[in-house]
Protein backbone atom coordinates (compact mmCIF):
# COMPACT_ATOMS: atom_id res chain seq x y z
CA UNK A 1 0.00 0.00 0.00
CA UNK A 2 1.73 3.25 -0.71
CA UNK A 3 0.33 5.58 1.15
CA UNK A 4 -1.38 8.84 0.84
CA UNK A 5 0.26 10.59 -2.25
CA UNK A 6 0.57 13.84 -2.51
CA UNK A 7 1.88 16.18 -5.57
CA UNK A 8 3.74 17.97 -6.22
CA UNK A 9 5.96 18.12 -3.25
CA UNK A 10 6.80 21.54 -3.41
CA UNK A 11 4.93 24.22 -5.58
CA UNK A 12 6.26 27.65 -6.56
CA UNK A 13 3.19 30.12 -8.06
CA UNK A 14 3.61 33.80 -8.85
CA UNK A 15 0.87 36.25 -7.24
CA UNK A 16 -2.72 35.99 -8.96
CA UNK A 17 -1.52 32.49 -10.38
CA UNK A 18 -3.78 29.23 -9.52
CA UNK A 19 -2.18 26.66 -8.02
CA UNK A 20 -3.51 22.97 -8.14
CA UNK A 21 -2.76 20.37 -4.98
CA UNK A 22 -3.23 16.46 -5.68
CA UNK A 23 -3.81 13.87 -3.17
CA UNK A 24 -4.66 10.06 -3.65
CA UNK A 25 -5.68 8.58 -0.84
CA UNK A 26 -5.04 5.29 0.36
CA UNK A 27 -6.53 2.15 -1.46
CA UNK A 28 -9.61 1.94 0.22
CA UNK A 29 -9.67 5.23 1.54
CA UNK A 30 -13.31 7.12 1.20
CA UNK A 31 -12.53 9.45 3.47
CA UNK A 32 -9.88 12.90 2.41
CA UNK A 33 -9.37 15.31 4.89
CA UNK A 34 -6.99 18.57 4.01
CA UNK A 35 -5.40 20.54 6.39
CA UNK A 36 -3.21 23.79 6.14
CA UNK A 37 -0.18 24.59 8.34
CA UNK A 38 1.49 28.17 8.35
CA UNK A 39 5.33 28.54 9.47
CA UNK A 40 5.61 28.55 13.06
CA UNK A 41 1.83 26.77 13.76
CA UNK A 42 0.16 23.49 14.06
CA UNK A 43 -1.88 21.93 11.09
CA UNK A 44 -5.22 23.63 10.63
CA UNK A 45 -8.35 21.82 9.20
CA UNK A 46 -10.02 23.20 5.86
CA UNK A 47 -12.29 20.12 4.66
CA UNK A 48 -13.68 17.02 4.89
CA UNK A 49 -14.68 14.93 1.96
CA UNK A 50 -15.98 11.91 0.74
CA UNK A 51 -16.21 10.63 -3.22
CA UNK A 52 -18.41 13.22 -4.94
CA UNK A 53 -19.49 15.14 -1.83
CA UNK A 54 -18.02 17.91 0.49
CA UNK A 55 -19.09 17.00 3.92
CA UNK A 56 -18.00 19.73 5.98
CA UNK A 57 -15.72 22.85 4.21
CA UNK A 58 -16.16 24.94 7.56
CA UNK A 59 -12.22 25.26 7.97
CA UNK A 60 -11.67 26.57 4.03
CA UNK A 61 -11.46 30.31 3.29
CA UNK A 62 -14.89 31.46 1.73
CA UNK A 63 -13.03 32.83 -1.49
CA UNK A 64 -10.77 31.30 -3.95
CA UNK A 65 -10.18 28.00 -2.47
CA UNK A 66 -12.60 24.63 -3.81
CA UNK A 67 -12.17 21.45 -3.09
CA UNK A 68 -12.59 18.29 -5.06
CA UNK A 69 -12.94 14.64 -4.58
CA UNK A 70 -14.51 13.20 -7.91
CA UNK A 71 -15.55 9.49 -8.27
CA UNK A 72 -12.37 9.14 -10.55
CA UNK A 73 -9.21 10.41 -9.86
CA UNK A 74 -7.03 12.10 -7.05
CA UNK A 75 -8.82 15.04 -5.06
CA UNK A 76 -7.81 18.22 -5.39
CA UNK A 77 -7.49 21.63 -3.54
CA UNK A 78 -7.79 24.53 -5.52
CA UNK A 79 -6.51 27.73 -4.71
CA UNK A 80 -7.11 30.81 -7.25
CA UNK A 81 -5.07 34.19 -7.42
CA UNK A 82 -2.64 33.02 -5.29
CA UNK A 83 -1.77 35.63 -2.46
CA UNK A 84 1.71 35.78 -0.39
CA UNK A 85 -0.40 34.63 2.49
CA UNK A 86 -0.97 31.47 0.92
CA UNK A 87 2.52 30.05 1.15
CA UNK A 88 2.43 27.17 3.68
CA UNK A 89 2.39 23.42 3.85
CA UNK A 90 -0.84 21.75 2.65
CA UNK A 91 -1.37 18.23 3.82
CA UNK A 92 -4.20 15.84 2.78
CA UNK A 93 -5.19 12.78 5.18
CA UNK A 94 -7.12 9.44 4.13
CA UNK A 95 -9.27 6.98 6.42
CA UNK A 96 -11.74 4.40 5.58
CA UNK A 97 -14.16 5.45 7.94
CA UNK A 98 -14.79 7.65 10.78
CA UNK A 99 -13.06 5.51 13.44
CA UNK A 100 -10.58 7.25 15.42
CA UNK A 101 -7.04 5.24 14.30
CA UNK A 102 -7.32 5.29 10.55
CA UNK A 103 -5.86 8.77 9.77
CA UNK A 104 -2.97 8.16 7.05
CA UNK A 105 -1.29 11.57 6.58
CA UNK A 106 0.40 12.41 2.89
CA UNK A 107 3.52 14.17 3.07
CA UNK A 108 2.25 17.26 1.97
CA UNK A 109 2.60 20.49 -0.41
CA UNK A 110 4.55 23.05 0.27
CA UNK A 111 3.42 26.60 -1.39
CA UNK A 112 5.23 29.25 -1.97
CA UNK A 113 3.97 32.55 -3.59
CA UNK A 114 6.49 34.93 -5.06
CA UNK B 1 -14.16 25.20 20.55
CA UNK B 2 -11.59 22.81 21.72
CA UNK B 3 -7.89 24.54 21.94
CA UNK B 4 -4.51 22.88 22.22
CA UNK B 5 -1.93 24.53 24.09
CA UNK B 6 1.81 23.23 23.90
CA UNK B 7 3.64 25.69 25.84
CA UNK B 8 7.19 24.87 24.98
CA UNK B 9 8.20 25.67 21.64
CA UNK B 10 11.81 24.50 21.56
CA UNK B 11 13.06 21.62 23.87
CA UNK B 12 16.52 20.37 24.10
CA UNK B 13 17.86 16.69 25.17
CA UNK B 14 20.95 15.09 25.68
CA UNK B 15 21.07 11.40 23.83
CA UNK B 16 20.04 8.83 25.94
CA UNK B 17 18.30 11.32 28.41
CA UNK B 18 14.32 11.59 29.24
CA UNK B 19 12.06 14.31 28.11
CA UNK B 20 8.73 15.59 28.59
CA UNK B 21 6.87 17.50 26.19
CA UNK B 22 4.08 19.43 27.69
CA UNK B 23 0.62 19.30 26.20
CA UNK B 24 -3.07 20.89 27.78
CA UNK B 25 -6.49 21.17 26.22
CA UNK B 26 -9.65 22.86 26.46
CA UNK B 27 -12.74 21.14 26.09
CA UNK B 28 -16.40 20.62 27.08
CA UNK B 29 -16.46 17.14 26.32
CA UNK B 30 -16.16 14.01 27.85
CA UNK B 31 -15.21 11.67 25.31
CA UNK B 32 -12.48 11.61 23.14
CA UNK B 33 -8.73 11.10 21.84
CA UNK B 34 -5.61 12.88 22.59
CA UNK B 35 -2.52 12.07 19.92
CA UNK B 36 1.04 13.18 19.83
CA UNK B 37 2.34 13.06 16.17
CA UNK B 38 6.36 13.85 15.23
CA UNK B 39 6.77 15.65 11.87
CA UNK B 40 11.04 15.61 11.06
CA UNK B 41 12.56 17.29 8.54
CA UNK B 42 10.84 15.48 5.79
CA UNK B 43 7.62 16.74 6.79
CA UNK B 44 5.32 13.16 6.86
CA UNK B 45 3.36 13.02 9.95
CA UNK B 46 3.83 10.48 12.06
CA UNK B 47 1.66 9.08 14.60
CA UNK B 48 3.85 8.18 17.81
CA UNK B 49 0.72 7.36 20.25
CA UNK B 50 -2.83 7.80 21.25
CA UNK B 51 -4.95 7.66 24.27
CA UNK B 52 -8.35 7.31 24.59
CA UNK B 53 -9.85 9.30 27.24
CA UNK B 54 -12.36 7.22 28.79
CA UNK B 55 -9.25 5.01 29.53
CA UNK B 56 -7.24 5.67 32.84
CA UNK B 57 -4.05 3.98 32.01
CA UNK B 58 -1.49 5.82 30.43
CA UNK B 59 -0.42 4.96 26.76
CA UNK B 60 2.77 3.29 26.57
CA UNK B 61 4.96 2.95 22.74
CA UNK B 62 8.52 1.40 23.22
CA UNK B 63 10.03 4.25 24.30
CA UNK B 64 7.35 6.74 24.39
CA UNK B 65 4.83 7.38 27.00
CA UNK B 66 2.20 9.47 28.02
CA UNK B 67 1.05 11.17 31.28
CA UNK B 68 -2.64 11.79 30.69
CA UNK B 69 -4.33 13.52 33.55
CA UNK B 70 -8.23 14.00 32.65
CA UNK B 71 -8.88 16.19 34.78
CA UNK B 72 -6.24 18.43 34.95
CA UNK B 73 -6.87 18.13 31.08
CA UNK B 74 -3.07 17.51 30.35
CA UNK B 75 -1.53 15.13 27.91
CA UNK B 76 2.41 14.97 28.43
CA UNK B 77 4.29 13.02 25.79
CA UNK B 78 7.81 11.42 27.72
CA UNK B 79 10.57 10.25 25.43
CA UNK B 80 13.05 7.81 26.93
CA UNK B 81 16.48 7.09 26.25
CA UNK B 82 16.43 9.87 23.21
CA UNK B 83 17.97 9.17 19.77
CA UNK B 84 19.40 11.40 17.45
CA UNK B 85 16.39 10.27 15.08
CA UNK B 86 13.47 11.27 18.13
CA UNK B 87 14.88 14.84 16.69
CA UNK B 88 11.50 16.66 15.52
CA UNK B 89 8.44 18.67 15.41
CA UNK B 90 6.48 17.19 18.18
CA UNK B 91 2.45 18.04 18.09
CA UNK B 92 -0.06 17.20 20.67
CA UNK B 93 -3.64 17.05 18.29
CA UNK B 94 -7.27 16.42 20.17
CA UNK B 95 -10.27 14.74 18.40
CA UNK B 96 -13.70 14.71 19.54
CA UNK B 97 -15.57 11.48 20.14
CA UNK B 98 -18.78 12.62 19.89
CA UNK B 99 -20.58 10.92 17.16
CA UNK B 100 -22.82 13.20 14.97
CA UNK B 101 -20.48 16.23 15.86
CA UNK B 102 -17.03 17.36 13.86
CA UNK B 103 -15.69 14.16 14.92
CA UNK B 104 -13.51 13.46 12.07
CA UNK B 105 -11.04 16.34 12.76
CA UNK B 106 -8.25 17.19 14.22
CA UNK B 107 -7.35 20.04 16.44
CA UNK B 108 -3.00 20.58 16.80
CA UNK B 109 -1.06 22.52 18.69
CA UNK B 110 1.30 24.67 17.98
CA UNK B 111 4.24 22.19 17.83
CA UNK B 112 7.74 21.71 20.08
CA UNK B 113 11.01 21.58 17.95
CA UNK B 114 13.11 18.71 20.06
CA UNK B 115 16.62 18.94 19.19
CA UNK B 116 18.68 16.01 20.45
CA UNK B 117 22.49 16.74 21.17
CA UNK B 118 24.91 14.01 20.98
Known amino acids: NAGVMQNPRHLVRRRGQEARLRCSPM?????VYWYRQLPEEGLKFMVY????????ESGMPKERFSAEFPKEGPSILRIQQVVRGDSAAYFC????????????FGSGTRLTVV | AQTVTQSQPEMSVQEAETVTLSCTYD???????LFWYKQPPSRQMILVIR??????QNATENRFSVNFQKAAKSFSLKISDSQLGDAAMYFC???????????????FGKGTLLTVNP
Open chain 1, 93 to 104: ASSPDLGPWGYT
Open chain 1, 27 to 31: KGHSH
Open chain 1, 49 to 56: LQKENIID
Open chain 2, 27 to 33: TSESDYY
Open chain 2, 51 to 56: QEAYKQ
Open chain 2, 93 to 107: AYRSAVSGGSNYKLT
